[in-house]
Structure formats: C-alpha cells, structure tokens
C-alpha cells in the first residue's frame, strides 16, 4: 500500500539533529520508524537549495566522514545513500511566500526560523512539512493550504 503514496513533504531541524551522535534512544527509534515509513513510499523530501538543512547536513557529512564509531557511521551512510544523495532528496531553488506568511514570520522571531519550510512546502503538491516543533503545528497548520504534522503523526 505505501509503496503506491506519493507525497512530498518537508522536514525541519529533526532531520539533521537526530543524525548527531548523542541523539538519545527515543530520537533514534523515531528516526528508524520515519526512514522505513518514508523509504516504502514513492515521495520525496524537499528542501531549500543550500538552505538549512541542506547546509546542515553538509556539514554533518563532513564533521563524521573520519569517525570511529563504526555503528555511528553505518547510520549516517544509510541516510545519505538512501536519502541524501539519491532520487529521495530534491532540491528546489527558494520561492516567495504570500503577503500573510511573510508579515508572520517578520514578526514572530520564534517562526522566523522556519520561512524555509513554508518556501520549500509552497513548490510541492501535499505541502506537507513534518516536524517535531509543536507550537509550530500549533501557531501554522493550515496556513495557505499547508499542513503541518509532527513526526509521531507521521509515522503512525
């Protein structure tokens, strides 16, 4: 059944973050459940070209490629052979947002952060962004068509 889904979504900060190190049991369980929930479908992740995430992934890749933990590197490898680097990771050039999300995210710093994601959701079909962030889901579901789940929503 998912592998017939095709739905483009967004991820935030999560991603990148969950990859680190010290990332506690919880987070990595959560991460395994998304990358087999996300791999069976026929979706993509967009995001920004050299935007947030792009970069901080970047930077994830280069700061591990001489680690030592050999279980560490099994699972950073995996996400960029099967995400990063493959047809399961597109990037998009950055695209203006509508008058009413842009006032938003001028005025609530906390927000600011986060332009990106509406940016990339605006360019895909779902706009569907996932996140871990629940004042987000709170403050923007539903703003200009976009949807915002968090990751546990997601993967359930």
């Known amino acids: 059944y998912l592998r017939s889904i095709v739905m483009d979504i967004v991820v ?6 969950y ?8 987070q990595l369980k959560l991460y395994k459940q998304f990358l087999r929930k996300f791999l069976q479908t026929k979706g ?15 930077k994830l890749e280069k700061k591990y ?16 052979s099967h995400i990063y680097y493959s047809r399961k990771f597109k990037k998009v050039e950055t695209v203006s947002l509508s008058p009413v999300l842009s006032t938003i ?21 779902d706009k569907t962004i996932i996140t871990t962030d629940s004042r987000l889901q ?9 949807k915002i789940l968090l990751l546990q929503e997601y993967i359930n």
Do not use: C
């Open 44 to 58: 993509y992740i967009i995001t920004i070209r050299n935007g947030q995430l792009d970069n901080k992934l970047a």
């Open 12 to 17: 935030n900060s999560w991603f990148s973050e």
């Open 138 to 146: 709170e403050s923007m579901n539903g703003k200009e068509g976009i």
């Open 105 to 125: 995210f001028e005025t609530d710093t906390h927000l600011a952060k986060d332009r990106f994601l509406f940016e990339a959701a605006r360019q895909t079909d």
């Open 65 to 80: 490629q001489n680690h030592r933990n050999v279980e560490y590197l099994k699972r950073i490898k995996y996400v960029y």
């Open 19 to 26: 990859l680190e190190e010290g990332t506690n049991g919880d």
